[in-house]
C-alpha cells in the first residue's frame, strides 16, 4: 500500500485541519480522538509519511523509530495514566480496521478495558 497524501493525519501535520492537541515534538504529534473509546483516548503518530508499523519499523531512520516511541511514553506520562494502566494499540490493515492509512498508536485508559479482543463465536 502506498502513502496517500491526502489522509486526514497528514493534512493534520501540514496544518491544514485542526487537532486538540496533547503533545509535540520532533518526532510525534499526539492529539485527542475525536470519536473515542474510552474516558483518555488520544492517538499519536509519527511526523513522517508511514502507512503502517511494518512500514514504519522498516524505512524509518532509527532516530525517528526511537523518537516516536519515546514520544509514546512521554504522552502516557503526561497524561497521568501510567499507575493505573493504558493500554496502547496498533493497527494495520483492513482485517485489523485500520481507518486512516497513516501508521498511528491509539493510548487508551480512564477505566478499567476489558479484555483485548471479544471472544470468537
Avoid at 11 to 38: H, Q, S, T
Avoid at 43 to 62: Q, R
Amino acid at each position: 500500500m502506498s502513502y496517500d497524501t491526502s489522509n486526514v493525519f497528514a493534512r493534520i501535520l501540514r496544518g491544514e485541519l485542526p487537532c486538540r492537541k496533547v503533545y509535540e515534538d520532533e518526532w510525534a504529534l499526539a492529539f485527542e480522538d475525536i470519536n473515542p473509546a474510552a474516558p483518555v483516548h488520544v492517538l499519536v503518530i509519527p511526523k513522517g509519511a508511514y502507512v503502517s508499523l511494518s512500514d514504519f519499523s522498516a524505512t524509518a531512520p532509527e532516530a525517528a523509530i526511537a523518537g516516536f516511541f519515546r514520544a509514546v511514553g512521554k504522552v502516557a506520562e503526561e497524561l497521568g495514566v501510567t499507575a493505573n494502566g493504558y493500554r496502547v494499540l496498533a493497527n494495520h490493515g483492513p482485517d485489523s480496521h485500520q481507518e486512516v492509512p497513516h501508521f498511528h498508536v491509539h493510548i487508551l485508559a480512564g477505566r478499567k478495558l476489558g479484555p483485548m479482543l471479544a471472544p470468537q463465536r
